[in-house]
């Protein structure tokens, strides 16, 4: 786990940068080279015209490694913003060969647009060195320094005291082993309990807790609210790369003893012979006749299987039964990106079931009845983030006055709040309030200088007010923190063709196809004289 984030420099080799570095994705007719020269790390996209010449080239450094490579290792580009980029292409460690990173296996790809938060580097890594609240709510973005702490560290699992022989308050630490056993079992499940996978939601961060606020020997629950698919949805018996606390708990061996993860984990100590280490694990409470039963009793009970929301990546199933399915190992298809609708059911007893009820079905399962469940809930609440994401589904729901009036309650409590201050002048811009979304974005990118995407809203704001030469300067000032804005690069294309400037119009349009090469306004835009 020490190795499960690192600066790729940092991370111990295991991929082929040099023989086998070259990808072809027929669906997006794409090619990508993973290359190493003088201790640094590539990743480029390019795809040839139709003489064979290469176009649309790309190359952005890597930085930073998720995923010790066990199973997959992941890549990250760092924005100027702080911003986290996920490649397109990962290491598959099983079959030994990059492969597109899991969803991206379709036309259409996220390509270098695809961000990763704060959600994942909680489950990856030690707390990063942010500002005190930028993590208060999942609508934030997830800015990073410039130094990340590596891998899990030990404050993770033993809370924040130090951790030294030398240690005179050796309360302050937390020792997983002698917590009873529920709060035992959350130490682990911060981290390795999915219920479902990410998009349904799979939890819900409580009212008033940061991302990074969760301390081992606390309950889990005060942390976050847990969601499954209803039973019978035809999810019942799913299984997921980060299974292990979900499995487990549906097993009789552990809901008939007091098992735990350290009944046969020790963090510390990896087992050598994991063959004999586990099965002797099982022997402690099960006494059978391995000449009538067969000894590996892990390969029969616990077997390996090829998980569903990542199917390059084969797994331990930690729920272990009687008879576990047939073909766990056959190839699977990518499940395509369409959301569950319908109803959610709560993983774990919830005392406030209707305003995490709510704020779980408003990000898609049920934007309608999530919203009349929050309409209900949010005036108990002393903390602005449920009116903000009440004010966001309003949002989806075309509700504009309702959003505007939501965001502007929610501001009075948490008036710091860049990123919904940023949604309330989106709102504000389709009802045709231009003086007042404009006034709401200088205030947001006050609060948040990197806000890409605020500047270029506010460009065209001033675009449309006819200061053009503002207009630029906004746009300027977003690829200053993100190169890779295409918005910003098409608006800035579009307002050459206006002046007049063919050449610096192509050339934006250019950079664009580079980035993005579908995207339908610049193709447009190289196409007009
Ligand atoms: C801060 C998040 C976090 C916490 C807390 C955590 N884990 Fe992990 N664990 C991970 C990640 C991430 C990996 C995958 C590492 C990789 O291979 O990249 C992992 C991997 C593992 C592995 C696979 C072998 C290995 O060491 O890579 C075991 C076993 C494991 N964890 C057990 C536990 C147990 C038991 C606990 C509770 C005492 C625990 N973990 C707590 C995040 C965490
Ligand atoms: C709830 C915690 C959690 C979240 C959120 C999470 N992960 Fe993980 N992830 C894990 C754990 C635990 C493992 C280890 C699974 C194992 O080895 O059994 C893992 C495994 C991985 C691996 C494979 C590592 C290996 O073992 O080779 C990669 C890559 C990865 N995660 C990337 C991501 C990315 C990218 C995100 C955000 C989009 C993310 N994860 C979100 C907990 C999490
Ligand atoms: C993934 C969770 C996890 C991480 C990360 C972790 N530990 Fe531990 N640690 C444990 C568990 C669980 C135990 C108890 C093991 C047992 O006794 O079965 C433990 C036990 C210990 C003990 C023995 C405590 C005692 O009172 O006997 C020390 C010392 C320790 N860890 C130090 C560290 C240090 C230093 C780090 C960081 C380098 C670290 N741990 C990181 C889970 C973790
Ligand atoms: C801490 C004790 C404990 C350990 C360790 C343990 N089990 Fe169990 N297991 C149980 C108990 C208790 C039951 C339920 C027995 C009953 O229902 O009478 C059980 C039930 C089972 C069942 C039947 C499941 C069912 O749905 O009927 C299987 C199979 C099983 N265990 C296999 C294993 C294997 C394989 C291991 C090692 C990987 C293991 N167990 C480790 C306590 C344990
Ligand atoms: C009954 C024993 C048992 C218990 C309890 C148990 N595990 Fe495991 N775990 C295993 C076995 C066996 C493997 C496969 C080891 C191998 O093949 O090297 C494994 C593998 C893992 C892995 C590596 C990735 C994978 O899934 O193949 C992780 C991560 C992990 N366990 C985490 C946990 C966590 C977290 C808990 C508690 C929620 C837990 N385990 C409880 C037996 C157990
Ligand atoms: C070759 C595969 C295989 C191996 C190896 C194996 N089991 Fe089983 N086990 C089974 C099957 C199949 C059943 C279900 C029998 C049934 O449903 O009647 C079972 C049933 C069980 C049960 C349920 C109670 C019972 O007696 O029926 C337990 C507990 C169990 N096994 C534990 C173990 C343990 C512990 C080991 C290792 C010593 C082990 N098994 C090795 C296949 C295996």
């Known amino acids: 786990m020490s190795r499960s984030f690192e600066t790729i420099a940092g991370a111990t080799p295991i991929e ?6 070259r990808l072809y994705h027929k669906p997006s007719d794409q090619y990508f080279v993973m290359t190493a020269h003088d201790g640094r790390f590539f990743q480029r996209r390019y795809q040839l015209d139709t003489r064979g010449n290469e176009v649309n080239s790309l190359e952005l450094e890597i930085q930073y490694a998720i995923g010790s490579g066990n199973h997959e290792r992941d890549y990250i580009h760092r924005l100027p913003s702080g911003e986290f980029v996920q490649f397109p292409v990962v290491w598959y460690a099983a079959e ?16 270098f647009s695809r961000r990763i938060n704060y959600r994942c ?22 800015l990073f320094p410039q130094v990340m702490p590596s891998g899990v560290s030990c404050e993770r699992c033993h809370g924040p005291g130090q951790l030294h022989a030398s240690n005179t308050r050796a309360e302050s630490i937390v020792n997983p082993a002698k917590l009873d056993r529920k709060h035992q079992m959350d130490v682990c499940l911060q981290c390795h309990l999915e219920t479902t996978s990410a998009a349904l939601p799979n939890s819900v961060l409580k009212v008033g807790r940061d991302i990074f606020s969760f301390r081992a020997g606390e309950a889990l629950e005060s942390y976050a609210a847990y969601f499954d698919y209803p039973k019978g949805a035809g999810h019942d018996d799913d299984f997921n790369i980060v299974h292990q606390g979900y499995g487990l708990a549906k097993s009789q061996c552990f809901v008939k003893s007091s098992m735990t993860c350290l009944t046969c984990h020790d963090p510390h100590r990896p087992a050598d012979n994991p063959q004999t280490f586990y099965n002797a694990k099982c022997a402690t409470c099960h006494r059978m006749d391995v000449r009538v039963h067969g000894e590996d009793c892990v390969g029969c009970h616990m077997p390996k299987r090829r998980t569903d929301d990542i199917v390059h990546v084969i797994m331990s199933d930690h729920y272990i039964q009687r008879r576990p399915p047939n073909n766990l190992l056959s190839p699977k298809p990518e499940r395509t990106g369409d959301r569950f609708r319908g109803a959610l059911s709560f993983y774990a007893p919830e005392p406030e079931r209707d305003l995490y009820m709510g704020l779980a079905l408003a990000r898609g399962a049920n934007v309608t009845g999530g919203v009349e469940l929050l309409e209900r809930a949010v005036n108990r ?5 449920p009116l903000f994401q009440l004010a966001g589904a309003y949002a989806n729901l075309g509700k504009r006055e309702l959003a505007v009036d939501a965001y502007s309650r929610g501001l009075k409590m948490d008036p710091a709040h860049a990123e919904a201050r940023y949604n309330m002048a989106i709102s504000l811009m389709d009802l045709g309030k231009l003086k007042e979304a404009e006034e709401a974005l200088r205030e947001a990118l006050r609060e ?3 806000m890409a995407d605020a500047y270029v809203v506010l460009g065209t704001i001033e675009v449309r007010l006819g200061h053009t030469e503002a207009g ?14 295409t918005v910003a690069l098409n608006n ?16 934006y349009f250019s950079e664009v196809l580079k980035i993005k090469p579908d995207d339908a306004t610049a193709r447009q835009g190289l196409l007009r004289k």
């Not at 030994?96 to 390509?111: E, I, L, Q, V």
């Not at 580097?121 to 997830?142: K, M, N, T, V, W």
Request: charged share 30%.
């Open 16 to 21: 082929d940068w040099t023989g086998r570095n």
């Open 472 to 485: 630029r300067t906004d746009y300027l000032q977003a690829l200053k923190f993100d190169p890779l804005n």
């Open 448 to 450: 948040k200088p990197e």
């Open 381 to 385: 609440q002393k903390s602005a983030e």
């Open 492 to 507: 800035l294309g579009l307002m050459e063709l206006q002046l007049g400037k063919t050449d610096a119009a192509r050339g």
């Open 96 to 111: 030994k060969r990059w492969g597109m990173a899991p969803g991206y296996d379709r036309p259409d790809h996220d390509g």
């Open 121 to 142: 580097i909680f489950c990856h890594a030690g707390y990063p060195d942010i500002s005190s609240g930028a993590d208060r709510s999942e609508s934030q973005l997830s």
